[in-house]
């Protein structure tokens, strides 16, 4: 007889109410055996008090005829030494701790004693096992750059501060959203090809242009020729000239009439009042950039209203505006459109203003006013735009009277310091052979040059010491290319590629005890993605950057940089997943409102950049995280959030009124838009987000039988409704009572997080019509009232999002244990180990005193031996 007819005997006796021969029920008898049956290699015996906790409560549930959450523990061997099968006893280990196993509705005699000495027994052996393969094998072993930090690299590197050479590599696989995590990061043919390409090109980028810098032309724009045409789509309104305040009306035929002078007059204005969104083209006449470079631009301009009969009138406000680098074509653009320049608030009196864009060759540049509307496309009677109806206090705009490009800007010096760091002080002439740089580098001794540039150059690259050996090859690729003829500059660049995209520069080390250049490696990539600067590498030679006081004062001074900004970026653009920000678009029938709001999404994203930065910076505790009595907010995330007016674009520090909903990343609209789908909201995927990004507790996912939830834009069934019938299903209730509750709290928030009484419908409900802001006639419903209500898994109330965050606040523990968590994968690359969970605790308790302050627990993070690499003692395990 099979092993598993014996359990069906078992169980059939069980059932029976009878013993097993042994003596024992079902449940004991048989598992006994079968963790130890014969033929599973490698098993150990489990720990006693977790042998007799699984017989007495774990058998009916997960046996081979069950297997309750795919678990089968009858046929789960028990070998802590091997990885996979260790992790899957770190998941009975989790639930058993976490009180979810076994079930407290079920079980009422699994005491504190017992649950203690199983987590107790089984947690020691797991963390011995673990501690063993990391003392063998490394914590995670090493990594290749990611391609922001290999970009990031090069621009430090080479001095080149605009470098674009990110999209030449592959996309990186993610991890819940990470980029960072070593076991995703591979190599192949492909990814080896990128970097040969992006170090070709950024080579190329770095070496001076020609002896001499390029010459720096001077564009003045006035008049008509300030926009390329004498309107836009969406007529009249949309643009025109002015000219003291009343419009000039100019067309092809007038223009065709002027004289230079009238077409250039200084008195005009062009004055737009619409969005450069598509369709649309509006940039100055006849410019185009000579070389790829840095432009100054200096024009005058004013925030305006047009009133009735076009005339214009100063604004109540000021009016933000940008640039957007593109090709000189009309609004169907070919290739690359981007924002440059930054932005700019437009006052209601005249100024004059200053800013650099980013040009490649042939490039222009174009207005774009923020926040404005677009015109209606018509299809009744023909095909053409129709400006939005002129709200009460007119068309808000910006009128420009004169511009200014100068440019490409050069280096101070040349040949700039991105050529010097390739080429020293080596003189430079005009290129008489053939070349692909744009000039020649002359040398008396080409060998003993190229020698000494390729160790400087090397050195710095590596951000650390590399052997004689290692260089060796490289210097033989360079000597063989100037034997064969090839110009100096082009042997040297043959080395230089191929030196970056070696592993002493792609990949980034795991430090270990005395490797402080692999520690100084760590810090760098996680604070700014990049290499050890000078004094990080000046530190690591010295052996002094591992002190702990040494340790701390650098993470403090990185995180004082303008630099620590890429580390904001790329954290949140991870953790929190602000990359997919854009990813959709709100449903124009039921959110008419938000018709091409770009700068409202802008807005969003720069909340929550600048959120997270000051609770990094300022200390702030990790409960700021779910709540707080502040938050970063501009003019058009004020009226969002319908807040106090805010003028201008730069996002300041707004404390929140009594009783305000917002504070804390949980409701800042960019949370709420990532969780929604521009159509209908989710509390499943709410909630969800909840569960994995602020408290660390992800559930499995959903089983490929069972289908998504449709949402019903009709109107007609709440989603309340929807997962009631959904959970009726008791496998779907188990993992739904998890997280819908908190995804139930946040569903006074719509698809882009205002706030909602009631949802929308297409067919069902109050009927709302209007015109929205590009001048779309529009028609909702408005349906049932949203209800907030829910109950945690633990039986805690609430009535709505304010009394949830009171939940979450009173844990702080929790919210910073899961920071640390996203900290050390970001960091190292690899997820907290069973092994390190004792030193978690150990930071946590060292930060406990100061309310888990965010700066704390990443400099106790830069501090631990998890970050170091260190073989410090382990932290005893913190009592249960």
Not at 550 to 563: F, I, K, P, T, Y
Not at 781 to 790: D, K, Q, S
């Amino acid at each position: 007889m099979c092993w598993r007819d014996s359990r069906r005997n078992f169980r059939s006796a069980s059932e029976n109410g009878s013993e097993t021969p042994c003596g024992r029920r079902l449940g004991g008898a048989f598992l006994g055996v079968v963790l130890l049956v014969p033929g599973v290699g490698g098993s150990a015996e489990l720990p006693g008090p977790v042998l007799g906790a699984i017989e007495r409560h774990c058998g009916d549930c997960h046996d081979d005829l069950t297997a309750e959450g795919e678990l089968d523990l009858f046929a789960l061997s028990y070998q802590p030494t091997d990885p996979g099968n260790r992790a899957r006893w770190i998941r009975v280990f989790d639930r058993v701790e976490r009180g979810e196993m076994p079930p407290p509705e079920e079980t009422h005699d699994f005491g504190e004693d017992e649950r203690a000495a199983f987590l107790g027994s089984l947690g020691s052996e797991l963390r011995r096992a673990d501690a063993a393969e990391v003392a063998k094998r490394g914590r995670g072993g090493l990594r290749r750059m990611t391609r922001e930090e290999f970009e990031h690299h090069l621009r430090d590197l080479l001095g080149l501060p605009d470098l674009d050479i990110r999209d030449k590599l592959p996309a990186d696989r993610e991890s819940h959203g990470f980029t960072k995590v070593a076991k995703m990061l591979d190599v192949s043919r492909v990814q080896l090809e990128g970097w040969l390409d992006a170090a070709e090109a950024a080579l190329a980028s770095a070496v001076a242009s020609g002896t001499k810098p390029p010459p720096a032309e001077t564009f003045r724009a006035t008049g008509t020729d300030l926009f390329p045409g004498f309107g836009t789509f969406g007529g009249r309104e949309a643009m025109f000239f002015a000219r003291d305040g009343v419009m000039v009306p100019i067309d092809a035929k007038s223009w065709n009439g002027m004289t230079p002078e009238q077409r250039r007059d200084e008195s005009l204005e062009a004055a737009i009042f619409r969005s450069a969104t598509w369709p649309y083209f509006g940039y100055p006449r006849g410019f185009r950039a000579k070389a790829t470079g840095n432009y100054r631009v200096r024009f005058s301009g004013r925030a305006v209203r047009q009133v009735p009969d076009f005339r214009l009138v100063p604004a109540h406000e000021p009016q933000p505006m940008t640039f957007r680098a593109r090709q000189p074509s009309g609004p169907d653009v070919s290739g690359d459109v981007r924002e440059t320049g930054g932005w700019i608030d437009l006052q209601p009196e005249p100024r004059e203003f200053e800013t650099t864009v980013r040009l490649k060759a042939g490039e222009t540049f174009e207005y774009s006013l923020l926040g404005l509307p677009v015109p209606f496309i018509r299809t009744d009677g023909g095909f053409f735009y129709d400006f939005p109806p002129m709200p009460p206090e007119g068309h808000r705009g910006g009128a420009i009277r004169w511009l200014e490009i100068e440019g490409p800007l050069s280096s101070e010096t040349w040949p700039p310091p991105s050529h010097r760091v390739l080429f020293g002080d080596l003189p430079i002439r005009d290129v008489t052979g053939e070349s692909r740089f744009g000039v020649e580098v002359t040398s008396t001794d080409p060998e003993a040059d190229a020698a000494r540039l390729f160790r400087r150059f090397a050195r710095r690259a590596a951000c650390k010491p590399v052997p004689e050996s290692a260089l060796a090859t490289y210097l033989e690729l360079i000597h063989a290319q100037l034997a064969a003829g090839a110009p100096f500059v082009d042997a040297m660049m043959k080395g230089y590629q191929a030196f970056l995209c070696s592993g002493h520069v792609v990949f980034v080390d795991e430090p270990g005890p005395g490797d402080e250049f692999a520690l100084a490696a760590r810090l760098s990539h996680f604070l700014w993605d990049t290499g050890a600067d000078d004094r990080l590498q000046q530190l690591a030679a010295r052996g002094e950057l591992g002190e702990t006081r040494v340790l701390r004062a650098e993470a403090e001074r990185l995180v004082a940089d303008e630099r620590f900004d890429r580390f904001v970026t790329g954290f949140t653009d991870q953790w929190l997943e602000l990359k997919q920000l854009r990813r959709d678009i709100p449903d124009g029938r039921l959110y008419p409102e938000y018709r091409k709001d770009d700068y409202l999404v802008d807005s969003m994203e720069r909340e929550t950049r600048a959120f997270f930065g000051a609770m990094v910076r300022d200390n702030l505790p990790v409960t700021t995280l779910v709540d707080a009595d502040f938050t970063y907010a501009n003019d058009r995330l004020a009226r969002h959030y319908d807040l106090p007016r805010t003028p201008g674009s730069a996002m300041r520090k707004v404390e929140l009124p009594d009783g305000s909903p917002r504070g804390g990343l949980l409701t800042q609209a960019s949370i709420l838009k990532l969780t929604g789908n521009g159509t209908t909201t989710s509390p499943v995927l709410r909630g969800v987000w909840v569960m994995e990004k602020l408290l660390g507790d992800p559930p499995p996912p959903p089983p490929k039988s069972v289908p998504a939830i449709e949402p019903d834009i009709r109107g007609a069934a709440t989603i309340r409704d929807q997962l009631a019938k959904h959970t009726e299903v008791e496998s779907c209730a188990a993992c739904h009572r998890r997280f819908d509750p908190v995804g139930f709290a946040l569903e006074n928030f719509d698809v882009m997080g205002a706030w909602r009484d009631r949802y929308r419908g297409l067919e069902k409900g109050d009927k709302i019509t209007g015109v929205d802001p590009a001048g779309h006639p529009f028609t909702y419903f408005v349906g049932p009232a949203v209800e907030a209500t829910g109950e945690l898994l633990d039986g805690r109330r609430f009535a709505d999002v304010r009394e949830l965050k009171e939940h979450l606040v009173a844990e702080p523990r929790l919210l910073a244990r899961n920071l640390l968590h996203q900290f050390t994968l970001y960091a190292t690359g690899t997820p907290v180990r069973f092994s390190d969970r004792p030193r978690v605790e150990s930071i946590l308790d060292r930060c406990e005193p100061g309310g888990y302050g965010v700066g704390d627990l990443l400099f106790g993070l830069v501090e631990s031996e998890i970050f170091t690499g260190s073989s410090e003692p382990e932290p005893t395990e913190p009592e249960r």
